[in-house]
Structures are given as C-alpha cells and as structure tokens.
C-alpha cells in the first residue's frame, strides 16, 4: 500500500522494537538483532528524506535499557559508533541534520565523541532531521523541564501563573532550546506491542498511533508505506468534532 505523497505527517517517531526476538527466531546472539536493526535505521532514515518527511525520531535507548546486560548495553553503543563512522559522510552528503533526545554525557566515551562529531558535522544542513533518543524517557524529560522551571521561579524569572504548556514544552529535549522539533503526528511501534514505554508522553499527546507486527530488523520500506497510510486514513480530531 502507497502512501499519499501529498499528505505526509512533518514528523514521524518510532519504536523500534522486536531486535532480541528476531534474534531469538534465527538462533543468533542478541547483538545480532541490533546489528540488523541498525540497518533497518539506516534505511528507514534513508527512506524518510525520500518521502519527504522533515522530522524522524528513533527510540534508540531508553532511561531504562540500563538494566541490561552489560554486554549488550555497551554492544549497542559499539553499533552507534559503527553506525556514526560508516554513515556519517552520506548522511552530510544527504543533507541530514543529526540530533540527540536525552542526556547523552552518561554514554561511553567513544561513543559520546562520536556523536558530538556527529551533531557538528551535520548542524548546518537543513534536510530531514533525525532525532535520536539515547537514554530517553519521557517522564525523565518532564521533570527536567520542571525543575528548570522551579528553579527560575525560586529565581524570581517566572510566575507560577505565566507557566503554560509551552514553558513545559520549551525545556523538553524536542524544545526550542534542544532539537526544536514539533509534536509527532504519528507514533510507529513494531514488533506488535502495544505500549509506550516512556517514549514522548508529553509530545505524543495527540499521535496516531501505528502498531506494526513485522520485527524492527525487518521493518522496510513497504512496511513504512503501509504504517503512514494507516495514520493518513485515520480521521484526527484534537478532541473537537
Ligand atoms: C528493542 O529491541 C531495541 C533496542 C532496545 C535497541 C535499538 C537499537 C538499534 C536499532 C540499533 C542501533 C543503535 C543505535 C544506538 C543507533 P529489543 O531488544 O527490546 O527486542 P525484544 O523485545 O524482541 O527483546
């Protein structure tokens, strides 16, 4: 199924879920499954500039991916690096703005520079901007901002009375003071679970949301079509009639 190339949501965010199990079903170490699903990154990156969408949001790890195992927690960085590295010089080349949702100074040295390199390399270009959330979490991301904005009112900077929806969203990492984008129109999940999990509680406020049955690493470029032309399918209200 074609998406409608004349009504493409501007910002498109997904949870990229199902790596450990697409493992699981070939009988391949975890690390496998991210290896595969940072390929299926790549492509999905490169098919969204394609489409013209303007604004691409991956939930690459989250506050709580901590938790597991050391080794697949620092091979998952090891893929960022590698992915950096290989990529980064098509990603100028294709005019993609890279940015990072999440406080990323907790990360590996050498990953942590790699990105750096990589948000500098590419601050300039206007194309597609691909939003990476590295140790994200939505709920993590609010109480930032809050205490930001309890601070300034400590301060005397702000009346608890002029706080608005704005303030709060200002200071969140899609803020006009981080990765400035706009609230996603729609949120893909795959792997077929139909949750969350902390990923832009605030920004998805009105998201469509698009579960996908196919496992991140096999998520491709027809399956993408067929997600957005769900969401376009869908009749969007904001709550009015
Ligand atoms: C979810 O699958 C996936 C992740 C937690 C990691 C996502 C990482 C990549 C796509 C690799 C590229 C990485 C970077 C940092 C650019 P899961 O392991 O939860 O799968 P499961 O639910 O089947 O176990």
New binding site residues.
Partial sequence: MKADRDRMPKHVAII???????A?SKGVP?LM??RA??E??KRIVDYSDKLGIKYLT?Y???TE?WKRSVEEVSG??K??VT?VNRDLRELIDNNVKVKVLGDYSAIPDDSRKALEKTLKDTERNTGLQFN?A?NYGGRDEITRSTQRIAKMAAEGRINPEDVTEETIGKYLWTGAEYADAPDPELIIRT?GEVRLSNFLLWQGAYSEIVISDV??PDFDEEEYERCIAEYQSRDRRFGGR
């Fill in positions: 990229m879920d199902g790596n450990g199990r697409w699981k975890r499954g991210h699903g940072m299926a990154m991956v690459a790890f989250s991916n998952i960085f893929l960022l992915f990476i590295l792997s496992l991140w």
